[in-house]
């Protein structure tokens, strides 16, 4: 595997990530360059017209490349982040599959797409993390 030796040594490592752990997301799964991560939506993720707000879905998306880098090489941080909002969601869930495009000796790349409850694309986010020393 990588930094973590089990899906619940990386569950535990990110409950330190208050923010993503108040916001409702979890790691489902955790792979050698991928990872899958969900977050059930209820009222504090909506805006004044009712959809997911922007800063959910970036939360999520942020969340997922911090599990699959980190995983990688532990300590990784993000420093670019290119994030298309496809479709306003549906459903009360969202899920993000993170897959690492490219890991060099100082950075990764990764990709991470957002669905909802319908299996609907709703975002495309494209991050670089920074690995430090």
Do not use: P, W
Request: charged share 20%; net charge negative.
């Amino acid at each position: 595997m990588g930094t973590f030796q089990s899906l619940e040594d990386a569950k535990s490592y990110f409950l330190g990530d208050r923010f993503a752990m108040e916001s409702g997301i979890e790691i489902e799964s955790l792979g050698t360059d991928s990872c899958v991560c969900r977050m059930k939506l209820d009222a504090r993720h909506r805006n004044a017209m009712g959809n997911v707000m922007g800063g959910a879905v970036f939360t999520l998306c942020d969340f997922a490349v911090a599990v699959i880098s980190n995983h990688i090489h532990q300590s990784t941080v993000l420093m670019d982040a290119d994030i298309r909002f496809l479709s306003a969601a549906k459903g009360d869930t969202l899920t993000a599959e993170a897959h690492i495009l490219k890991s060099g000796r100082t950075a990764t790349v990764c990709q991470v797409i957002v669905r909802d409850s319908l299996s609907r694309d709703i975002a495309l986010m494209t991050g670089t993390g920074c690995k430090l020393a």
